[in-house]
């Protein structure tokens, strides 16, 4: 079994910062591209930012220049530093790995979500 456990989400006011971190651990042969994700109430889910085994990077154009997604892959843990928050980008995030298992499963794995509040 594969599990993807995040953290760091929380309460903040507008223009502060969060880290959320998000651990993939099991069954894991190799991780290939890792994201974050946000849900916000009565929205469809959508990308936030996208990190490749090498690190190349994309990112959606609300959070370009705030937000800074990174990855130990010793760890196969993926990090989203969030500045400059704002009350839009209060959601659910979620965190989402694209991995292969020792048993020849290739596929995405979702995380449970972390709530993230943006409001003074």
């Known amino acids: 079994q594969v599990h993807l456990v995040e953290s760091g989400g929380g309460l903040v006011q507008p223009g502060g910062s969060l880290r959320l971190s998000c651990a993939a651990s099991?069954?894991?042969?190799?991780?290939?591209?890792m994201g974050w994700y946000r849900q916000a109430p009565g929205k469809q889910r959508e990308l936030v930012a996208l990190i490749t085994s090498l690190g190349s990077t994309n990112y959606a154009d609300p959070v370009k220049g705030r937000f800074t997604i990174s990855r130990d892959n010793a760890t196969n843990t993926v990090y989203l530093q969030m500045n400059s928050l704002k009350p839009e980008d209060t959601a659910v995030y979620y965190c989402n790995a694209g991995l292969s298992t020792v048993t020849g499963t290739l596929r995405n794995y979702w995380g449970q979500g972390t709530q993230v509040t943006v409001s003074s």
């Open positions: 099991g069954s894991i042969f190799r991780v290939y591209a």
